[in-house]
């Protein structure tokens, strides 16, 4: 999948599979009532656009995508925040509320 960055108009190759997508209730709800489609985060995601994470965080990224390793991204959404994990063996990507956790 190639997905263009929401900065620049070049096109940003998928850095890895989503495996089956799921989503809690408090995301699809946060996401529905401030008119954001999910695709849109989850291409970011997929493209490594990690969104608003601590420099620790983006290291465990960079480490997660070389060694297969669980992939964590952090958007704000409204007010609120929106996690999307991708499990380390790529399985599974799920859209959460971080209290949903």
Known sequence: MLSTNRRTATLVPSRFPLGRVLATPGALGLLDRCGISPVVLLRRHQCG????????????????????????????????????????????????LPEEY
Do not use: H, K, M
């Open 49 to 96: 656009d990690w969104g608003e994470l601590d420099i620790e965080d983006r290291q465990a990224n960079a480490q997660a995508l070389a060694l297969g390793a669980r992939l964590l991204s952090a958007y704000p959404v409204g007010s609120d925040r929106l996690w999307i994990i991708t499990e380390a063996d790529r399985s599974a990507t799920t859209l959460l």
